[in-house]
């Protein structure tokens, strides 16, 4: 069974509507850990090593964030910084992420119909999250194409749940 590490990042999840919904879904999902980086450090310090023996249990990584100013929140961020580190993630004998899967899940308040080339903001969203998929290839990972929710103030009750649904087999499919 693939095992499937999400890791969370939303800055203010106790008002969440979208990404709350996204993790209730996931809960209990057999081969699924969810690791929220906001609650877990509170103090914006990480324990790098715990944090990459964490990566080194599963074979895929999810990255899961609300969109904020056209990138991921900062302890994201963050965490991509500090814990793909040169002679584990790159560099000499920094091997650790080769042949495993990364992909991203991310909430917009802007229409699907603002992420296009010719549109609004000028770029798709592929575009705008491109530095995940350069980051996923530079490591020796394969980058797994995204789950995107767009126009997140138009969902309903019952639209979000079966888009709660789409997620938890996003998240189930072998990749
Ligand atoms: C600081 C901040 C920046 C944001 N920037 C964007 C943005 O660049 N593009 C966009 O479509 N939505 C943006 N939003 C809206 C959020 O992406 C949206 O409210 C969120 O994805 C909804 O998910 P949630 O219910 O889990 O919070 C921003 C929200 C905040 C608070």
């Not at 879904?25 to 081969?31: N, R, T």
């Amino acid at each position: 069974m693939t095992k499937t590490l999400v890791i969370v990042a939303h800055p203010d999840l106790e008002n969440s509507r979208i990404n709350a919904a996204w993790i209730d879904a996931l809960s209990g999902l057999p081969g699924v850990t969810v690791h929220d980086l906001y609650e877990k450090y509170p103090s914006r310090v990480f324990d790098v090593e715990f944090e990459q023996g964490l990566v080194d249990e599963h074979d895929r990584i999810v990255l899961q964030f609300p969109f904020q100013w056209y990138s991921c929140p900062p302890l994201l961020k963050q965490w991509l910084d500090e814990v793909f580190t040169s002679g584990w993630a790159y560099g000499p004998n920094g091997h650790a992420l080769e042949g495993r899967t990364l992909a991203i899940a991310v909430s917009t308040w802007s229409r699907e119909a603002d992420y296009q080339r010719d549109s609004r903001y000028g770029r798709s969203i592929e575009d705008l999250t491109s530095p995940f998929e350069v980051t996923a290839l530079r490591v020796g990972m394969r980058y797994q194409p995204g789950f995107f929710l767009h126009s997140s103030g138009d969902y309903s009750d019952s639209e979000l749940s079966e888009n709660a649904r789409q997620y938890q087999q996003f998240i189930l499919e072998p990749y």
